[in-house]
């Protein structure tokens, strides 16, 4: 079925896009290796000589490597999704953070083409009272979502000038108010 001239078309009835920062994998190579050095100094060091010492420099290299690791795998990523009711982020291999926000709180959706984590003061989950709150994986384009409760929420997704169309192709108007 051919569109006419001016016609628009409907958005899909699930948008998905992401994220994805090369870094990161970088630094959770850094968390690996500490680990395994932690690992290492467990398994091969003479116990003889003291254990104090030695069991804080392997507690300390497991637990710095694992903090490592697992923080910045977390953030490799970011998947969105937007369906009739409700935006979804979700973060990492394994979803974690994740965040749902439904559309009836969404007063307003806007691009925003340059989205630094220096901005929000690095990368991952970030809240700042000034700003609200982000999902930030990598410098480049995002949204921003306007919510009926005067927050903020941010999002660094490939394709952001998509999501906001789609966004607001779902949002229903509502007066400011009380939450309900």
Known sequence: MRRRHGESIPP???W?????????????????ACLAFGIALAVESAWESGGAPLVMAVVGCIAAG???LFGTLAFVHVALRVDEECLEVRCGHIGVPRRRIPLS???GAEFA???TPRHWGGWGYRWRPEKGTAVVVRRGEGLILRLWDGHTFTVTVD???TAV???KARLRPRAPGPAH
């Open 12 to 14: 899909p009835h699930v």
């Open 16 to 32: 998905t896009g992401r994220a994805t920062n090369r870094v990161q994998w970088f630094l959770a190579l850094i968390g690996a």
């Open 66 to 68: 694992l903090l490592v």
């Open 105 to 107: 709180q969404v007063a």
């Open 113 to 115: 083409p340059h989205v």
């Open 159 to 161: 394709d952001a000038e």
């Open 165 to 167: 169309q789609v966004i």
